[in-house]
């Protein structure tokens, strides 16, 4: 799994734990999940170039530094808004677009019903945030839907991810780097994540 990191982190380990446990209120996921996506945000910013500039303190000019690529973060709806606000404080000249995709039940394929983006994806860092990386179809059809609209550097951030998710991604899409909180076991035959979490977007919004 060449593309995948799996961040380590003691707050992240602890607040794992608050969201797998199923008498955690929404408030309290709501709070562990923005916590996380903080982490998620810093550990994937050190991928970012930077361009040096020249900035003006009280007491002189010096060197400083400024992001060489636009930065577009894509939710997938409705789950991947929990993520959002965390990385907007910390890459606030971020762009925002959002992609909505949802399971059947049935085939556990994704169906697509919304996308709006902002334009050059081209010449953009294209970030994808949806918290469970299950079977990895949204995922997938997600980063090849923006590629198809002209993404090229795209990366993946999850709070939690199966097995069958990463080899999912890492056939389809080899070129994108996934960043996730936590690895756990295995899918169940619903194709739901185990231990898990439940249902990330249920339980943010509190539609249990």
Do not use: C, W
């Amino acid at each position: 799994m060449k593309n995948l990191t799996i961040i380590d982190n003691p707050l992240i380990k602890r607040d794992i734990t608050y969201l797998r446990h199923h008498e955690t209120r929404e408030y309290q996921f709501r709070l562990a999940v923005r916590r996380i996506a903080y982490i998620l945000a810093s550990e994937i910013s050190k991928e970012f170039l930077t361009t040096e500039i020249e900035v003006e303190t009280p007491l002189e000019i010096t060197k400083g530094h400024k992001l060489a690529k636009q930065i577009v973060l894509v939710p997938v709806l409705r789950a991947g808004l929990s993520l959002v606000n965390s990385f907007i404080e910390m890459i606030p000249q971020a762009k925002v677009g959002h992609i909505g995709l949802q399971r059947d039940e049935e085939t556990l394929q994704p169906v697509d019903y919304y996308y709006k983006a902002p334009n050059h994806l081209d010449v953009s860092t294209v970030i994808i945030l949806d918290p469970m990386l299950a079977t990895g179809g949204s995922a997938s059809a997600a980063a090849q839907f923006l590629k198809d609209r002209g993404a090229r550097e795209l990366i993946m951030a999850s709070l939690i991810a199966s097995p069958e998710g990463i080899s999912k991604m890492e056939t389809d899409h080899p070129d994108v780097k996934v960043y996730t909180a936590v690895l756990d076991r295995e899918l169940n035959d619903n194709g739901y994540i185990l231990p898990g979490l439940g249902d990330a977007g249920d339980r943010t919004f509190g539609t249990l």
